[in-house]
């Protein structure tokens, strides 16, 4: 079955908003990652983690470090540029293949 | 820059039709994938390589093959196209360096066959 789960599957926010996606595992996972995908459909690494929590400007991401059986991506002061489709994908342990997730397809509006 | 470049951009076969998707990177990594991405599905890992001449299966290899003459280059080969392998294809390259592997996306295929 699927190994990582994201939530919401679609999620709508006004400028200036905050908001958290999610990602479940159904097992333990090593290291988490989150992409952005474009209207274009360019793939773009926002975060690698394994564990704690890293921020890049109104972006941060956190991974469960002592479960390691989920992941969230904060939006701070959402952005019509912060539109997309984001994915997360998940490592269950070294040298196994990314797993990825459904995706969380956002909408920002003004 | 990195650089992921993938052709053609758009592809419509025709079932029982062979079709190769070509991938190429100068980012000099060793490691590339091949994923499709299907509605509700994210991203797939069809085949991998770790390095000119290897070959490896993903998660969903069936109906597909993959060759990696050199370092820049990893083709996506269906022999016997089929309708349900409409799908948009990345290709990616990585290179896990300590442990961690960023991924560098190409910006697509998509493929339609009738």
């Known amino acids: 079955g699927d190994q990582v789960e994201q939530s919401p599957s679609a999620l709508s926010l006004h400028e200036g908003t905050d908001s958290a996606l999610r990602c479940n595992f159904t097992?333990?996972?090593?290291?988490v990652q989150w992409f952005r995908q474009n209207s274009r459909g360019s793939l773009i690494s926002l975060f690698y983690l394994a564990s704690g929590t890293k921020e890049n400007g109104r972006l941060k991401s956190a991974f469960d470090s002592k479960e390691r059986r989920y992941s969230t991506l904060h939006i701070r002061d959402a952005q019509l540029e912060d539109s997309g489709t984001y994915f997360c994908?998940?490592?269950?342990?070294?040298?196994?293949?990314?797993?990825f997730g459904g995706g969380t397809r956002l909408t920002v509006r003004p | 820059e990195a650089a992921v470049t993938q052709s053609p951009r758009n592809k419509v076969a025709v079932t029982g039709g062979k079709v190769t998707l070509s991938c190429n990177q100068t980012?000099?990594?060793?490691?590339m994938y091949w994923y499709r991405q299907d509605t509700g599905h994210g991203l797939r890992l069809i085949h991998y390589s770790y390095g000119a001449g290897s070959t490896e299966k993903g998660d969903i290899p069936d109906g597909y093959k993959a060759s990696r003459p050199s370092q820049e280059n990893f083709s996506l080969i269906l022999e016997l196209a089929t309708p349900s392998q409409t799908s948009v294809y990345f290709c990616a390259s990585g290179d896990a360096l300590g442990g961690r592997e960023t991924l560098y996306f190409g910006s697509g295929t998509r493929l339609t066959v009738l």
């Open positions: 980012n000099n990594h060793n490691n």
């Open positions: 097992t333990t996972m090593r290291s």
């Open positions: 994908a998940a490592e269950a342990n070294a040298g196994a293949k990314l797993t």
